[in-house]
């Protein structure tokens, strides 16, 4: 019986913090853009935030990026590519306000 309310209060408190990360992502951009969706995903598994936010290039230079990351075995679509290079572009981008790091 311990056993099943230590794990049920686990669960909850896990709820509980995920669930207003997830209302603020959702309540900041309304909808989650798919070049978004695709770059947490996909760039994530070897990149931190850190890279994003301090590198400021235009659509074409990440598009780039992007490329090389092809040429060092990442598989991407070509759909997949543009839209990460328009997301990165837009948010990362030279004249894109800079973005503050994550708490």
Do not use: N
């Not at 709820?15 to 760039?43: F, W």
């Not at 997301?87 to 503050?100: I, N, R």
């Amino acid at each position: 019986m311990k056993f099943l309310l230590l794990a049920a209060g686990f669960l909850s408190t896990g709820l509980i913090l995920a669930a207003p990360a997830g209302a603020q992502e959702v309540r900041e951009t309304g909808v989650q853009q798919p070049g978004r969706v695709i770059v947490l995903s996909k760039c994530f598994q070897c990149h931190t935030d850190a890279m994003f936010r301090d590198q400021r290039q235009d659509r074409r230079a990440w598009e780039a990026t992007i490329y090389r990351m092809i040429g060092r075995g990442a598989l991407w679509t070509p759909e997949e590519i543009k839209l990460m290079a328009d997301y990165l572009g837009a948010e990362y981008g030279a004249a894109a306000k800079p973005a503050a790091a994550p708490r």
